[in-house]
């Protein structure tokens, strides 16, 4: 295959930038061949920009009528339209590259998985930040054990502040109805996506969420996150898009060290002997006779790599690399949000994995008050 085929599904703001970087020349083993533009300024737009020959469908049922031009469908739609694009994408015999997230409920993106295992086509989300050379160091260093027993983590991020003009920027955002939830379901992804590819799932969650904090809906615009793991590790994961200074801090304190990212910089420091061996052994009363050793890295501000995303997507499918983001991330991931909004709808705390089903009805539940 001298280029994998894309199909793209949704040619909103970050449809089109991707639209662009597959006919520009950007991506290498991959070019876009079909699109589908609903509206006419959508058609007018792909048109003006996209090259002649691309084939334009209004509606994704016409492009499915036509499956022949296409290698992979590119789903970048409102959230809860992607289960049944994926599924329908897979029973073709498609790939499916899913901009975030898999879907609004753990029910939804088990059913991507269980279609896309089906067809034995590859199934991938769009975690970029995985791509990120601080996120890659930070994985780096857990894989290492240097770090030794994780003991403790927190993590607050309000970097993806949104004006009440962004949440009216479509009629289906910031909504049960619309989203299937608020920040979670979507800023939080990403942010999620690094924390469960860092320590992966928790067992237990407790959530503390002020629904509309910030702004006249219904759904989260902050969470607070308490999480217990499986061998004693605690957790706090704060999100907010509702504060205006932006704040990116990851704290991980282990027996053996404590990394610590603030932005776009990282600091070790590695203990000389394990603190909890030294805790037991030592005749000192505190830390006085342990040893320090600390380093800091600085990396700069880096693009966002999309563009390298697609590039190891089609190297996956002809079997050159792996998936930097496979499917089954997105469900990982809406286990820990669902999971969130579980806890603070119940005002309990919430076991991993959870009940789909006890969700599904949850969330219905949620749709309806909203709608009132």
Not at 289 to 314: D, G, R
Not at 333 to 338: D, F
């Given at each position: 295959?001298?280029?994998?085929?894309?199909?793209?599904?949704?040619?909103?703001?970050?449809?089109?930038?991707?639209?662009?970087?597959?006919?520009?020349?950007?991506?290498?083993?991959?070019?876009?061949?079909?699109?589908?533009?609903?509206?006419?300024?959508?058609?007018?737009?792909?048109?003006?920009?996209?090259?002649?020959?691309?084939?334009?469908?209004?509606?994704?049922?016409?492009?499915f009528?036509?499956?022949?031009?296409?290698?992979?469908?590119?789903?970048?739609?409102?959230?809860?339209?992607?289960?049944?694009?994926?599924?329908?994408?897979?029973?073709?015999?498609?790939?499916?590259?899913?901009?975030?997230?898999?879907?609004v409920?753990?029910?939804?993106?088990?059913?991507?998985?269980a279609?896309?295992?089906?067809?034995?086509?590859?199934?991938?989300?769009?975690?970029?930040?995985?791509?990120?050379?601080?996120?890659?160091?930070?994985?780096?260093?857990?894989?290492?054990?240097?770090?030794?027993?994780?003991?403790?983590?927190?993590?607050?991020?309000?970097?993806?502040?949104?004006?009440?003009?962004?949440?009216?920027?479509?009629?289906?955002?910031?909504?049960w109805?619309g989203?299937g939830?608020?920040?979670?379901?979507?800023q939080?992804?990403?942010?999620?996506?690094?924390?469960?590819?860092?320590?992966?799932?928790?067992?237990?969650?407790?959530a503390?969420?002020?629904?509309?904090?910030?702004?006249n809906?219904?759904?989260?615009?902050?969470?607070?996150?308490?999480?217990?793991?499986?061998?004693g590790?605690?957790?706090?994961?704060?999100?907010?898009?509702?504060?205006?200074?932006?704040?990116?801090?990851?704290?991980?304190?282990?027996?053996?060290?404590?990394?610590?990212?603030?932005?776009?910089?990282?600091?070790l420091?590695?203990?000389?002997?394990?603190?909890?061996?030294?805790?037991?052994?030592?005749?000192?009363?505190?830390?006085?006779?342990?040893?320090?050793?600390?380093?800091?890295?600085?990396?700069?501000?880096?693009?966002?790599?999309?563009?390298?995303?697609?590039?190891?997507?089609?190297?996956?499918?002809?079997?050159?690399?792996?998936?930097?983001?496979?499917?089954?991330?997105?469900?990982?991931?809406?286990q820990?949000?669902?999971?969130?909004?579980?806890?603070?709808?119940?005002?309990?705390?919430?076991?991993?994995p959870?009940?789909?089903?006890?969700?599904?009805?949850?969330?219905?539940k949620?749709?309806?008050?909203?709608?009132?």
């Amino acid at each position: 295959m001298e280029n994998l085929r894309f199909a793209l599904v949704g040619t909103g703001g970050m449809g089109r930038k991707y639209a662009m970087m597959l006919t520009d020349g950007s991506v290498k083993g991959a070019m876009l061949t079909a699109v589908v533009c609903r509206k006419e300024e959508a058609k007018q737009w792909a048109k003006n920009q996209l090259p002649a020959d691309m084939k334009v469908y209004s509606s994704a049922d016409e492009l499915f009528d036509e499956p022949d031009g296409y290698d992979a469908v590119l789903i970048v739609t409102p959230h809860k339209t992607h289960p049944d694009l994926a599924v329908k994408a897979f029973s073709l015999g498609k790939h499916v590259f899913c901009d975030k997230p898999a879907g609004v409920s753990v029910g939804q993106a088990q059913r991507m998985e269980a279609a896309a295992k089906e067809s034995g086509k590859l199934y991938a989300m769009m975690f970029h930040q995985r791509k990120y050379d601080k996120h890659i160091r930070m994985k780096e260093i857990m894989d290492s054990g240097d770090l030794g027993k994780i003991e403790r983590v927190m993590l607050v991020n309000s970097r993806y502040y949104r004006t009440a003009h962004y949440h009216a920027s479509g009629s289906w955002r910031s909504s049960w109805a619309g989203e299937g939830g608020g920040a979670l379901i979507n800023q939080g992804q990403h942010i999620l996506d690094i924390w469960q590819w860092l320590f992966g799932l928790p067992t237990k969650i407790y959530a503390n969420i002020p629904f509309g904090k910030y702004n006249n809906f219904q759904v989260d615009d902050e969470a607070t996150i308490m999480m217990n793991y499986p061998d004693g590790m605690s957790a706090v994961f704060m999100l907010s898009t509702g504060e205006a200074v932006w704040e990116e801090r990851m704290e991980i304190v282990g027996s053996r060290g404590t990394l610590l990212m603030e932005d776009n910089k990282l600091t070790l420091t590695i203990y000389g002997e394990d603190s909890r061996t030294y805790g037991k052994n030592s005749l000192d009363n505190s830390r006085n006779k342990m040893t320090f050793s600390t380093t800091t890295e600085e990396y700069s501000l880096e693009a966002e790599p999309y563009v390298e995303m697609f590039e190891n997507f089609a190297a996956a499918v002809t079997g050159k690399e792996s998936l930097t983001a496979p499917g089954h991330a997105g469900t990982e991931v809406l286990q820990i949000t669902n999971g969130a909004y579980l806890s603070a709808w119940k005002g309990e705390t919430v076991t991993l994995p959870i009940d789909a089903d006890e969700y599904e009805k949850e969330l219905q539940k949620q749709i309806e008050q909203e709608n009132k």
